[in-house]
Each structure stands twice: as structure tokens, then as C-alpha cells.
């Protein structure tokens, strides 16, 4: 058996690819099981894609929760079955839209929104996925989910006259398919539209530029660098406090136990000015990083007002 990695690795998934191919290409190339990614690209879709390996599994559920940010083309005038331009055209309509109409109709959609999941998607419903009963020319009633639009701006319109298509940046909350944002707009038009190409250039911190394909990722591997493409579980949460729980209560830490503020080493401010009192340091659901005297990693874990503890939210620490 080779190395086993562990960790976050920023994949560049390439066209023509789900996102469980990706996943289990890695298996082979990897040569271990134990593998996840945070969050399905569309096939025809490319660009960042998050896999987790080994221990980094755990936080693949906490991963689905960061902002994403994509670029997406629109075609305007025409409206298909799975809301992007690999599906059925159900409507051609003529294009006669001013670039101040187009402006005023994204910027419409910034800050909450409430939206319509597409029949063609993962979502599940009754036990069946929504593209299953597409599939079967079932179309059934969805809930709208809310989501957030942090940013969204239009980065070309060189083609909005000729081709009807337009270039949108947007940056978005987990559960947003942009392929419906392209349709919505679409009938804010009055037109229809749909998405014609989506790259995907962040997830959270990992970004486009630092994305490795697979061939990348092999070559990676035969060459033994690929270690060095790997965030480590902690370096996702860097931005998180750091605090280092004294030895005597190392056996609690090892058993996933609840910790208390007493329990943590405290280091001496440089300015008597600089100490602020346990109970203002913490607010309810503050997250913080774990780890023991000699900088052994626990978890994360999140602080509970009510009873003073922090309990564990994931726990990374392997006896082995």
C-alpha cells in the first residue's frame, strides 16, 4: 500500500466529467478509498472543485458551506428544458434588450433571493432526484431555497447585439444554481435565457489559478510532490483562533471530550492592559482551533455560553 493523503486537494474539474467521475478517477490515480468532494459541477461545467482525502472526508459537509464564486456565459432569446444550452430549447424569442435593461436586470437579483430549483439537479425529493423525474417528463413542484448574492457584475457585453450573449460574474452562497439565475433573468427580460458556459474560480480560499487536473495530479504523484498541493485540514481554518489546552487534561482531549476556557494555557500579555476576562472573550457559537501542549491538531470546536464549554464540532485526532 503507497501513501495515504490526507487533507484538501483543489482540483480543476474539466468538462465532460460529473463530479462523482472526478472522485472516482482520484480513487485510481490515489490508489485509496477514502476520498469526497464539496459540491456537484454540473458535466458540462469546469474549474475548482474541492476534494477531500482521508481525514479532510470529515470536513466535507463544513466545505459546503462557503461562498463560491463563478463566471458564467448567458445566451439570451431562448429558453431550454434544463435552463443551460445542453438541454431540449423549449422557446426562441427575438433579443431587443438595451445594456441598461441587461444591468438593471442582474443587479436585481444582489443580496436574497429566493430560488426555484431547477428540475435538472441533484435535489431529492420523495426518494427520487429531480433529474430522474425529468427524465421520466415529470415535472413536479419545487420549494423555493434561499440563497445570497453577495456579488454579482457583467464582465462583457461585446457580444449582447450579435449573439444576445453576456459574460456575469457571481459570487454566491452554498445551494445556488446558477444555470437558474441565468433563466431567471432571462424572464425578467421578457426573453428567456440560458446558461451557455459556467467556470467555477473559487471555493472559499481555494481559487482557480492553484486548481491541478488530473493528469496534473498523476504527474503529481509519480514525481512524490503531490504532498505539496495538500492542505492539511487546520489550514482551512486558519482564520480561526488558536488555543492549546494544558497537559493535564490531555486525556479528556484524546477521548473528544468537552473543554472548558480554565483548561486552556494561557500565555502572559505582554501589556497588563491586553487581559480581557473569560466570559467577554467568547460569544455563543465563537468556533475555535484545538490543540494540545505539543501542537498536536484536535478539532474544532464551538463554544456553548450556556454551559460554558466548548464541545466538539469535528474532531481530527487519530490515535493511530
Given at each position: 500500500?503507497?501513501?495515504?493523503?490526507?487533507?484538501?486537494?483543489?482540483?480543476?474539474?474539466?468538462?465532460?466529467?460529473?463530479?462523482?467521475?472526478?472522485?472516482?478517477?482520484?480513487?485510481?490515480?490515489?490508489?485509496?478509498?477514502?476520498?469526497?468532494?464539496?459540491?456537484?459541477?454540473?458535466?458540462?461545467?469546469?474549474?475548482?472543485?474541492?476534494?477531500?482525502?482521508?481525514?479532510?472526508?470529515?470536513?466535507?459537509?463544513?466545505?459546503?458551506?462557503?461562498?463560491?464564486?463563478?463566471?458564467?456565459?448567458?445566451?439570451?432569446?431562448?429558453?431550454?428544458?434544463?435552463?443551460?444550452?445542453?438541454?431540449?430549447?423549449?422557446?426562441?424569442?427575438?433579443?431587443?434588450?438595451?445594456?441598461?435593461?441587461?444591468?438593471?436586470?442582474?443587479?436585481?437579483?444582489?443580496?436574497?433571493?429566493?430560488?426555484?430549483?431547477?428540475?435538472?439537479?441533484?435535489?431529492?425529493?420523495?426518494?427520487?432526484?429531480?433529474?430522474?423525474?425529468?427524465?421520466?417528463?415529470?415535472?413536479?413542484?419545487?420549494?423555493?431555497?434561499?440563497?445570497?448574492?453577495?456579488?454579482?457584475?457583467?464582465?462583457?457585453?461585446?457580444?449582447?447585439?450579435?449573439?444576445?450573449?453576456?459574460?456575469?460574474?457571481?459570487?454566491?452562497?452554498?445551494?445556488?444554481?446558477?444555470?437558474?439565475?441565468?433563466?431567471?433573468?432571462?424572464?425578467?427580460?421578457?426573453?428567456?435565457?440560458?446558461?451557455?458556459?459556467?467556470?467555477?474560480?473559487?471555493?472559499?480560499?481555494?481559487?482557480?489559478?492553484?486548481?491541478?487536473?488530473?493528469?496534473?495530479?498523476?504527474?503529481?504523484?509519480?514525481?512524490?510532490?503531490?504532498?505539496?498541493?495538500?492542505?492539511?485540514?487546520?489550514?482551512?481554518?486558519?482564520?480561526?483562533?488558536?488555543?492549546?489546552?494544558?497537559?493535564?487534561?490531555?486525556?479528556?482531549?484524546?477521548?473528544?471530550?468537552?473543554?472548558?476556557?480554565?483548561?486552556?494555557?494561557?500565555?502572559?500579555?505582554?501589556?497588563?492592559?491586553?487581559?480581557?476576562?473569560?466570559?467577554?472573550?467568547?460569544?455563543?457559537?465563537?468556533?475555535?482551533?484545538?490543540?494540545?501542549?505539543?501542537?498536536?491538531?484536535?478539532?474544532?470546536?464551538?463554544?456553548?455560553?450556556?454551559?460554558?464549554f466548548f464541545r466538539v464540532e469535528k474532531f481530527f485526532f487519530d490515535r493511530s
Open positions: 500500500m503507497g501513501n495515504v493523503y490526507n487533507g484538501l486537494l483543489n482540483v480543476y474539474k474539466e468538462a465532460g466529467y460529473t463530479s462523482n467521475d472526478v472522485v472516482a478517477k482520484l480513487r485510481g490515480i490515489l490508489r485509496q478509498r477514502k476520498i469526497g468532494h464539496t459540491g456537484t459541477l454540473d458535466p458540462d461545467a469546469v474549474g475548482v472543485m474541492v476534494v477531500c482525502l482521508g481525514n479532510g472526508t470529515r470536513l466535507c459537509d463544513m466545505l459546503t458551506e462557503h461562498t463560491k464564486e463563478y463566471i458564467a456565459v448567458c445566451r439570451l432569446g431562448v429558453v431550454t428544458d434544463t435552463q443551460d444550452m445542453s438541454g431540449n430549447i423549449l422557446e426562441e424569442n427575438p433579443v431587443q434588450i438595451t445594456q441598461e435593461q441587461l444591468h438593471e436586470a442582474v443587479m436585481a437579483f444582489k443580496g436574497d433571493y429566493d430560488q426555484i430549483p431547477p428540475m435538472y439537479s441533484a435535489i431529492k425529493i420523495g426518494g427520487k432526484k429531480l433529474y430522474e423525474l425529468a427524465r421520466e417528463g415529470k415535472e413536479i413542484e419545487r420549494q423555493p431555497r434561499h440563497i445570497h448574492i453577495e456579488a454579482i457584475s457583467i464582465l462583457d457585453i461585446s457580444h449582447l447585439q450579435d449573439e444576445h450573449v453576456f459574460t456575469m460574474e457571481v459570487k454566491c452562497s452554498k445551494g445556488t444554481y446558477i444555470r437558474t439565475l441565468c433563466h431567471d433573468i432571462g424572464q425578467r427580460l421578457g426573453c428567456g435565457a440560458a446558461m451557455a458556459h459556467l467556470t467555477r474560480t473559487a471555493v472559499g480560499s481555494f481559487h482557480l489559478e492553484d486548481a491541478m487536473t488530473l493528469d496534473q495530479i498523476t504527474a503529481a504523484r509519480d514525481d512524490g510532490s503531490l504532498s505539496d498541493h495538500i492542505r492539511s485540514a487546520e489550514a482551512v481554518f486558519r482564520d480561526l483562533d488558536e488555543v492549546h489546552v494544558s497537559d493535564a487534561f490531555r486525556v479528556q482531549l484524546e477521548n473528544g471530550n468537552s473543554i472548558r476556557q480554565e483548561q486552556f494555557v494561557r500565555e502572559a500579555p505582554e501589556d497588563e492592559q491586553d487581559v480581557v476576562e473569560p466570559d467577554q472573550m467568547y460569544e455563543d457559537g465563537t468556533k475555535i482551533r484545538v490543540y494540545g501542549q505539543d501542537e498536536t491538531f484536535f478539532g474544532i470546536y464551538t463554544y456553548d455560553a450556556r454551559t460554558g
